[in-house]
């Protein structure tokens, strides 16, 4: 159901393409642009002391070092806004551990992460997190929920004080160029900043999918050995992303989060057990994230809409092996389904789904999970050479199991 590639995306592993490198610590970013003014940043970057256990011994570090402010810029800006919303998380269990990041969703400590981060890339339902935030205060969290289909999951921590949740931009709006801040603690090094543009939109990516054992997410209409691999619907950006990384945050210029950090490309090429940046990294959607986030936060778990297809890719030149794909061919339908309610038949060709392209049958499977259930959709098919559109009521993938 998803499309292969000579390379893969996979998470924090090394030699293939890593799903969202594990975020370490990150600090997060403030805004230059858009009403930010760098002079009302030098009067806040005072201070210095640690905390633990949660609490200051001394005055709070300041999130970003200037040491001449006068060469201050819009990077130094946003990053100084950003990162006091942003956390290192540590994982782990009785026999291994890891680390990624988070993004502080509300002031009463509800963050949001990937769930390929809390279970240890699947490894674990039952893990130790532990969280720092940008000021070296430690906490304990518990796992609010996890959804496995887009790679996110919501912990909670509890503390004398309220936190600084992020605040989301609307990713629909971005443009390929966009410049863009990449906020983590790739390879161990928390607090780190990078910066790039916007590479492309709507690309979908392939990844192991990161359910917690005894997790049955993503097996619905799998017939592959395995557990069934999880398709996104991503942002790419060329800023530098490692593992690490994971779970942080990807801003624009205003320090808006515009997409939750979850993997990068890699060569393959290398030798020392993790791979490295070649700049092709990727973020969720922050108008995605903000929909499963808050879900969870209310049920503790996200809903997902459902097609009812079965699907696979269309070749362009079927008597290839290797061919472009030109649309999500429907092999089958479940019969009382959406996608039969609908009117759609096996042999129709999916073109377009809410009026964006669908060049794969990854692509579909991703725009369909990124609807909650319920959701009212439009699909464009061709059939029989002919083009329509028809109109759908998404159903419910949980009850589907």
């Keep these: 159901m998803s499309e292969q590639h000579n390379n893969q995306f996979f998470f924090d592993k090394p030699l293939e393409l890593v799903v969202a490198p594990k975020p370490k610590r990150v600090r997060k970013p403030l805004t230059a642009t858009g009403g930010v003014i760098i002079g009302a940043l030098v009067a806040s970057l005072v201070g210095g002391g640690i905390a633990v256990g949660g609490y200051y011994l001394g005055t709070a570090p300041t999130p970003v070092v200037v040491n001449r402010s006068e060469n201050l810029n819009w990077v130094s800006a946003v990053a100084s806004a950003a990162l006091p919303s942003v956390v290192t998380i540590k994982v782990g269990d009785a026999t291994s551990g890891g680390s990624g990041s988070g993004v502080f969703l509300t002031s009463s400590g509800y963050i949001l992460t990937n769930t390929h981060v809390v279970t240890l890339d699947g490894a674990t339902k039952n893990p130790t997190i532990e969280v720092q935030t940008f000021d070296k205060r430690t906490y304990t969290a518990k796992v609010v929920g996890t959804d496995p289909m887009n790679d996110l999951a919501v912990v909670k921590i509890s503390g004398p004080i309220s936190f600084t949740p992020i605040t989301f931009a609307d990713s629909s709006k971005l443009n390929v160029g966009d410049p863009v801040v990449a906020i983590g603690a790739p390879l161990d090094l928390p607090g780190t900043v990078t910066t790039g543009i916007v590479s492309a939109l709507d690309r979908t990516i392939s990844v192991a999918n990161s359910s917690a054992p005894s997790d049955g997410t993503g097996l619905q209409l799998w017939s592959g050995s ?110 009382g389904g959406p996608a039969a309610t609908a009117g759609l038949q096996a042999g129709d060709i999916v073109t377009k789904f809410n009026g964006e392209v669908i060049q794969a049958a990854g692509d579909l499977t991703a725009a369909v999970r990124w609807e909650a259930a319920g959701a009212k959709a439009s699909v464009e098919i061709l059939r029989s050479g002919q083009s329509q559109t028809l109109s759908l009521t998404l159903g419910n993938l949980a009850l589907a199991k």
Excluded: M, W, Y
């Excluded at 950006?237 to 490309?265: E, F, H, Q, R, Y």
């Excluded at 079965?310 to 089958?332: E, Y």
């Design 226 to 335: 395995g557990t069934a691999p999880v398709s996104l619907r991503v942002i790419q950006t060329d800023a530098a992303i490692n593992p690490g990384n994971s779970g942080g945050a990807l801003v624009d210029s205003n320090g808006k989060l515009i997409g939750i950090n979850v993997a990068i490309a890699s060569t393959g090429s290398s030798t020392s057990g993790q791979s490295g940046n070649i700049g092709v990294g990727f973020s969720i959607p922050s108008n995605v994230a903000k929909r499963i986030a808050n879900e969870i936060v209310a049920t503790g778990k996200a809903s997902h809409g459902l097609l009812g297809a079965l699907v696979t890719d269309q070749p362009f030149n079927k008597s290839s092996s290797v061919s472009f794909s030109v649309g999500a061919l429907i092999k089958q339908v479940t019969a």
